[in-house]
């Protein structure tokens, strides 16, 4: 049985929550950082885990 938690991704630039994603916390301690295509921005930037 797997640990998956749902986590927000938010722009680093305008701070907006744009993806969703899961994570295993017991396996994955530190925050997810992601490159990913924002719609505000119109184009790549890194998406962090924020809080729900």
Same mark, same amino acid.
């Given at each position: 049985m797997s640990q998956d938690?749902?986590?927000?991704?938010a722009c680093?630039?305008? +701070? $907006?929550?744009n993806y969703w994603s899961s994570k295993? /916390?017991?396996k994955? *301690? $530190?925050k997810i950082e992601l490159k990913k295509y924002? +719609?505000?921005c119109k184009k790549q930037? /890194?998406?962090? *885990?924020?809080k729900k």
């Open positions: 938690f749902l986590i927000k991704l680093k630039d305008c +701070k $907006r929550i295993n /916390k017991k994955v *301690e $530190r924002c +719609k505000w930037t /890194k998406h962090t *885990e924020i």
